[in-house]
C-alpha cells in the first residue's frame, strides 16, 4: 500500500475520530447543563477529556494534511495528545473507583457502581477501537519517520 494511501486513511480515521468525540462532547455538555439546571454537583472532566481528543485528532489530520517535511511530528504529536488523554481517563477512573468502592452507598447499592469497561470509567467500545488504531498509526508514523531519517542520512 502506497504512504499516500495509509496517509489518507489517517486522515478519515482522525477526522472521524474527532467526530465521534465532538458528539460525545455534545452528549456531555446536555448532561452539565441538566446537571447546572438541577443543582447536581458534578465534574466537567468528560467534557473536558472530549474536547482534549477533538483537538488532538484535527492536531494529527493537519499534520498529514500538510506537505512538508514536519508533518509526520505534527502527527504524532497528535497521538501523543491521545495518549495522553487516555493516560489521564485512566487516572480519573483510578481516582473515582477508589472513592466510590469506600462509599457505603455502593456497597448496598451496586447496581448503581460505575461501569468501567476497558478500565476506563464510561468508556465505550470505540474507544477501545479508537486507542488501538492510534497506536497501530503512532508505530506507523515513527516507522515511517526513521525510515526518512534513514534514507536522508544515506543520500
Known amino acids: 500500500m502506497s504512504e499516500r494511501c495509509v ?24 448532561f452539565l447543563n441538566r446537571a447546572m439546571e438541577s443543582g447536581f454537583l458534578t465534574s466537567a472532566f468528560f467534557a473536558e477529556l472530549q474536547l482534549f481528543f477533538i483537538l488532538s485528532f484535527l492536531v494529527g489530520a493537519v499534520g498529514l494534511l500538510i506537505r512538508w517535511r514536519f508533518r509526520l511530528i505534527i502527527s504524532l504529536l497528535g497521538l501523543g495528545g491521545v495518549f495522553l488523554g487516555y493516560v489521564g481517563w485512566r487516572l480519573y477512573t483510578i481516582r473515582q473507583l477508589k472513592v466510590v468502592s469506600q462509599d457505603p452507598f455502593f456497597t448496598v447499592h451496586p447496581e448503581y457502581f460505575p461501569p468501567h469497561s476497558f478500565g476506563l470509567v464510561g468508556a465505550r467500545w470505540w474507544d477501545f477501537a479508537v486507542f488501538y488504531c492510534c497506536l497501530i498509526l503512532f508505530i506507523w508514523d515513527v516507522t515511517s519517520l526513521l525510515k526518512r531519517s534513514h534514507r536522508s542520512h544515506f543520500h
Open 7 to 30: 496517509t489518507n486513511f489517517c486522515v478519515v480515521f482522525f477526522l472521524t475520530a474527532a467526530t465521534l468525540h465532538a458528539r460525545q462532547l455534545l452528549i456531555e455538555w446536555r
